[in-house]
Structures are given as C-alpha cells and as structure tokens.
Nanobody, 121 residues
Framework: VQLQASGGGLVQAGGSLGLSCAAS????????MAWYRQAPGKQRELVAS???????DYADFVSGRFTITRDNAKKTVSLQMNTLKPEDTAVYYC????????????????WGQGTQVTVSS
C-alpha cells in the first residue's frame, strides 16, 4: 500500500491551500483516513480525520478553517485549508488505516511521504 500526497506550498497568511492524498495497492477498505502535521521541533499531531461513513473529527486549532473530505471509490482524502496562519506551517502527512484483503483483515496504518506547507506572515 502506498499513499501519495500532493498539494501544499507557500502561501501568505489568510490564504488557502488544498492537499490531496491517494492510496494505491491491494486495499479492501480504508476505515479511517486522516491528516497529521509536524512542525520543526514539535511532535506530529492530528489535524483532521474522516471515517468511511463520512464522520469527521478536527483538532481544536482548526477552528472551522479546514475541511477534510474523502472519495471512497477513488481512495483519496483531501484537506482544504482556509484562513491559514503562520503557525500552520508544518509538514503535512496523510494517514490511512487499511484493511487489505477482506473485512477480517487486520487494520494496518500507512503514511504518506509528507508535503510542506509554509505560511508567511
């Protein structure tokens, strides 16, 4: 299983960016997909997650600025980030909890390669 993230880049404070991540390989289902981020010198932290049924969960710092969506058929997850702040600067990682073969398969976690988001003040 591979996760390929795209998007990110440099944006001014108050601007918007979108991230996308596509899963490929032998996949039966992906119960949960998520975005994490890691700023220099800090631990990786959850930004948002979305279940297969569309239920979402956001970190408090998102404060309504970000929206996570997924396409189950395409095995993709996206993160639309609005009203970006300098403190949102970090490497953003997508994560997928995957069942590879059937409903009884163990759920394994896979990570994307990370994409840099830089917000200038």
């Amino acid at each position: 299983v591979q996760l390929q993230a795209s998007g990110g880049g440099l944006v001014q404070a108050g601007g918007s960016l979108g991230l996308s991540c596509a899963a490929s390989g032998t996949i039966f289902s992906i119960p949960v997909m998520a975005w994490y981020r890691q700023a220099p010198g800090k631990q990786r932290e959850l930004v948002a997650s979305i279940a297969r049924n569309g239920d979402t969960d956001y970190a408090d710092f998102v404060s309504g600025r970000f929206t996570i969506t997924r396409d189950n058929a395409k095995k993709t997850v996206s993160l639309q980030m609005n009203t970006l702040k300098p403190e949102d600067t970090a490497v953003y990682y997508c994560k997928a909890d995957v069942k590879r073969y059937n409903v009884y398969s163990a759920t394994k976690t896979y990570w994307g390669q990370g994409t840099q988001v830089t917000v200038s003040s």
